[in-house]
């Protein structure tokens, strides 16, 4: 089992920076690719960015240029650097995880409030 804690939301002006941390906890040498999604009220959850542990990246085109996911293997923890925040990137964030070899996510974490105000 694997563990996911997201810390790092809060509120901000438009224009604003914050970063999130997701820190994985217990049998993190079996995943491969981590990443953000997020959920808008009234919304679907989205992808926001991931990254394998390899260290490549996907980020969604409404993100691209304002926002950066990394990764530091070695204390298997997740940043999202979000830059330039707009309104509608107010939503509740989380973090998630793949194993090796699945299709699927295998782990979330309980999410982190993002608003940005206007």
């Known amino acids: 089992q694997v563990q996911l804690v997201e810390s790092g939301g809060g509120l901000v002006q438009a224009g604003g920076s914050l970063r999130l941390s997701c820190a994985a906890s217990?049998?993190?040498?079996?995943?491969?690719?981590m990443g953000w999604y997020r959920q808008a009220p009234g919304k679907a959850r989205e992808l926001v960015a991931s990254?394998?542990?390899?260290?490549?990246?996907n980020h969604a085109d409404s993100v691209k240029g304002r926002f950066t996911i990394s990764r530091v293997n070695a204390k298997s923890t997740v940043y999202l650097q979000m830059n330039s925040l707009k309104p509608e990137d107010t939503a509740v964030y989380y973090c998630?995880?793949?194993?090796?070899?699945?299709?699927?996510?295998?782990?979330w974490g309980k999410g982190t409030l993002v608003t940005v105000s206007s």
């Open positions: 998630a995880a793949r194993s090796y070899g699945s299709g699927d996510i295998d782990y």
């Open positions: 217990g049998s993190i040498f079996s995943l491969n690719a």
């Open positions: 990254i394998t542990r390899a260290g490549s990246t």
